[in-house]
């Protein structure tokens, strides 16, 4: 068993902020794979499905983000679920939009939730971090992650959705390369090279084959042995 974790704000005045894509990407998990109703738990929204032959658990906090911990807590205890079975997607300042990294492990880079959630259970859970790019200036920061997508976004933003949806199943079997991989557009493996058959042989110059000229020479051999008797 694994549980998902989004990380984001109740409400609908955060619903588009970039501070939600862990929302996001976890609503998209569920509808992909045909999980149960949301319902209430664990100081959050709960629901169940399954992914390839595991089971999953989707959670996403209510508690706002810097106390997501205490729900992620909450739900882990309740099923037993170790930190290394935990994947949480979250948003990330130092990713260009649109990129993908997964890690296990770290700090929390100044991410409430994030500190929230290493507060509870320590560091060594699974991160997505999903890029949203940086403002560019320190002082930006909580207006560029509390600010809405632009309509701009959607161009990455819905097809990025769409994809982690997808390749959750990667997710799953623990292949962290694979699926950024997939996400990156970049092959898993490298092509083998094509063997190239040689081509076939030019003809030369019109002429006899050397086996017709082996053949001439003979006859004119025996010519010349016969006049010489």
């Known amino acids: 068993m694994m549980l998902f974790v989004g990380l984001g704000n109740p409400g609908a005045d955060y619903a588009r902020n970039r501070h ?18 949301w319902r209430a738990k664990f100081q959050g929204e709960v629901c ?9 658990v989707a959670l996403k906090p209510l508690t706002y983000m810097n106390e997501s911990g205490r ?31 997964v890690k296990i492990g770290g700090g929390h880079a100044g991410h409430n939730g ?10 060594d859970f699974r991160r997505v971090r999903m890029g949203i790019g940086h403002p560019g200036a320190k002082e930006r920061v ?9 309509k701009v976004d959607r161009e ?16 799953v079997s623990r292949d962290d390369a694979g ?19 040689p081509a076939p042989a030019k003809p030369t110059a019109a002429g006899p084959e050397p086996a017709a000229k082996n053949a001439m020479a003979e006859t ?9 008797r």
């Open 20 to 37: 939600n894509i862990g929302f996001m990407a976890v609503d998209g998990i569920v509808r992909r794979h045909g999980f149960s109703p």
């Open 48 to 56: 169940e499905g399954t992914i390839g032959a595991e089971k999953i």
């Open 71 to 101: 729900s992620v807590a909450a739900a882990a205890q309740f099923y037993k679920i170790e930190p290394k079975d935990i994947v949480v997607f979250h948003d990330e300042l130092d990713l260009d939009p649109g990129r993908i990294r």
């Open 114 to 123: 994030l500190r929230s959630i290493t507060a509870h259970l320590g560091p």
């Open 142 to 150: 909580t207006g560029w992650v509390l600010g809405d997508f632009a």
């Open 156 to 171: 990455w933003l819905e097809p990025l959705l769409d994809d982690v949806a997808d390749a959750a199943a990667l997710l």
């Open 179 to 197: 699926f950024m991989n997939r996400l990156s557009g970049k092959p898993t493996a490298a092509e083998p090279t094509p063997k190239i058959a």
């Open 220 to 228: 004119l051999r025996r010519l010349l042995a016969q006049k010489r």
